[in-house]
C-alpha cells in the first residue's frame, strides 16, 4: 500500500513553454502533498506543501507565481513550471501523506525536466 | 550548523558486510525518525519508520534512535549489491504534516 505515482517521468521541453507535473496517490486519500527539487547529489529541497482545496505553501525563496501547485483532489496534485527556463532543470519528486498509512510521507518515483 | 547531519560518503563494502549508517541531530523537538532508500534516478522509499527512541528490526534492517546523545542509526546485515543506494535520514517534530529534514544522503556501495 501507500503508492505514489508521477507523470511524466521524464519531460524535455524548449524554454520559454509550461510543463505541467502530475502527483497521484494510487491506493490512499492524500491530505497533504509535498513538492520537491533535487540537484544531482544532492538532498531534497522542499519546494512547497499542499492540502487538498487549499492553497499551497511554499518555502522561502520558491516563486510561487512560477511553480503553479494545485491541489483539487484527495489523490491529485500538480506542478505546473511557466515560462520554463534551463536554471529550471531538474529531479522533481511529490510526496504524499494521508488517512490510513503511517503518519509520515510517501515519495513519487520523480520527474526529470531538462528545458533546453 | 544544519539541523540534521550525514555524512555523505560514498561507503564501500564487500557483499555480506554489516553496514552503519548514522545521523546526528540538533533539535531535540524531533520525535519522528525515518530511513528512506533512494536508488538513481528514482524516488525515496520509505525503509524504517520509528517513533521515539529505541530499536527496530525489519529483515536485514535495523533502525537504533537515542534521543539523549541526538544519534539515529540504520544497520545493514548481510548487505546485498542490491543495497547500493543512497540512504537519507529523515526527521520531523510531530509526524510527517510537520515540515521533514532530510540528511544530505550516504551513497552505499556494496560490491560483490
Known amino acids: 500500500g501507500a503508492v505514489v505515482s508521477q507523470h511524466p517521468s521524464r519531460v524535455i521541453c524548449k524554454s520559454g513553454t509550461s510543463v505541467k507535473i502530475e502527483c497521484r496517490s494510487l491506493?490512499?486519500?492524500?491530505?497533504?502533498m509535498f513538492w520537491y527539487r533535487q540537484f544531482p547529489k544532492q538532498s531534497l529541497m522542499l519546494m512547497a506543501t499542499s492540502n487538498e482545496g487549499s492553497k499551497a505553501t511554499y518555502e522561502q525563496g520558491v516563486e510561487k507565481d512560477k511553480f503553479l501547485i494545485n491541489h483539487a483532489s484527495l489523490t491529485l496534485s500538480t506542478l505546473t513550471v511557466t515560462s520554463a527556463h534551463p536554471e529550471d532543470s531538474s529531479f522533481y519528486i511529490c510526496?504524499?501523506?494521508?488517512?490510513?498509512?503511517?503518519?509520515?510521507?510517501?515519495f513519487g518515483p520523480g520527474t526529470r525536466l531538462t528545458v533546453l | 550548523q544544519k539541523e540534521v547531519e550525514q555524512d555523505p560518503g560514498p561507503l564501500s563494502v564487500p557483499e555480506g558486510a554489516i553496514v552503519s549508517l548514522n545521523c546526528t541531530y540538533s533539535?531535540?523537538?524531533?520525535?519522528?525518525f525515518m530511513w528512506y532508500r533512494q536508488y538513481s534516478r528514482k524516488g525515496p522509499e520509505l525503509l524504517m519508520y520509528t517513533y521515539s527512541s529505541g530499536n527496530k528490526e525489519d529483515g536485514r534492517f535495523t533502525a537504533q534512535v537515542d534521543k539523549s546523545s541526538k544519534y539515529i542509526s540504520l544497520f545493514i546485515r548481510d548487505s546485498q549489491p542490491s543495497d547500493s543506494a543512497t540512504y537519507l535520514c529523515?526527521?520531523?517534530?510531530?509526524?510527517?504534516?510537520?515540515?521533514?529534514?532530510f540528511g544530505a544522503g550516504t551513497r552505499l556501495a556494496v560490491h560483490p
Open positions: 533539535n531535540s523537538a524531533f520525535q519522528y
Open positions: 491506493d490512499f486519500q492524500a491530505t497533504t
Open positions: 529523515a526527521m520531523s517534530a510531530s509526524g510527517g504534516y510537520n515540515k521533514l529534514i
Open positions: 510526496s504524499a501523506m494521508g488517512l490510513d498509512v503511517l503518519d509520515t510521507q510517501y
